[in-house]
C-alpha cells in the first residue's frame, strides 16, 4: 500500500502503516531487502501503529478476521461487511470471527449491501 498510496490517494507514504521491507545500509548505499519486518496482520497491526505513533489507534476500520486485534485496541471500532454479491463480490470467508465480535462488542457495522449507495463508478 504505501509505494501506491501517494499515487493513488494523495497519502503520504510516511503517513501508512503496515507491513515494511528491511533496509541495508553498507558502504554509503541503501539497499531494500527482500524480507518484510514483521507482517501487519492480526496483534502485527496493532504493534505497527504503536511503533509508529507511540499509541494505540482512536480510530480503526476493518474488513477481516486479520483486523480483530486493531478494531479491539481503538477507540472508535469500524467494520465494514462485504456482503454485496451484486454489485462487488461477497466475501465474508475470513471474516467470520470478526462479524461475531463485531455484534458481541457493537462495533459500528458497514453494510455495504445495505448502507453503501454506490460501490464503483
Known amino acids: 500500500m504505501r509505494v501506491i498510496c501517494e499515487e493513488a490517494w494523495g497519502i503520504f507514504?510516511?503517513?501508512v502503516i503496515g507491513s515494511a521491507?528491511?533496509?541495508e545500509y553498507n558502504n554509503g548505499t541503501l539497499?531494500?531487502?527482500t524480507v518484510l519486518r514483521g507482517i501487519a496482520l492480526g496483534p502485527g497491526k496493532v504493534e505497527h501503529i504503536f511503533a509508529r505513533?507511540?499509541?494505540l489507534p482512536?480510530?480503526?476500520v476493518g474488513n477481516g478476521?486479520?483486523?480483530i486485534e486493531m478494531?479491539?485496541?481503538a477507540k472508535f471500532r469500524l467494520f465494514?461487511?462485504?456482503d454485496d454479491d451484486k454489485r462487488e463480490y461477497a466475501y465474508e470467508n475470513g471474516a467470520e470471527k470478526i462479524l461475531a465480535i463485531a455484534k458481541e462488542k457493537n462495533f459500528t457495522i458497514v453494510s455495504m449491501k445495505n448502507d453503501w449507495k454506490e460501490i464503483f463508478k
Open 13 to 15: 507514504k510516511e503517513n
Open 21 to 23: 521491507a528491511e533496509y
Open 31 to 33: 539497499k531494500r531487502g
Open 53 to 55: 505513533t507511540g499509541r
Open 58 to 60: 482512536v480510530f480503526a
Open 65 to 67: 478476521d486479520v483486523d
Open 71 to 73: 478494531l479491539e485496541s
Open 80 to 82: 465494514i461487511n462485504h
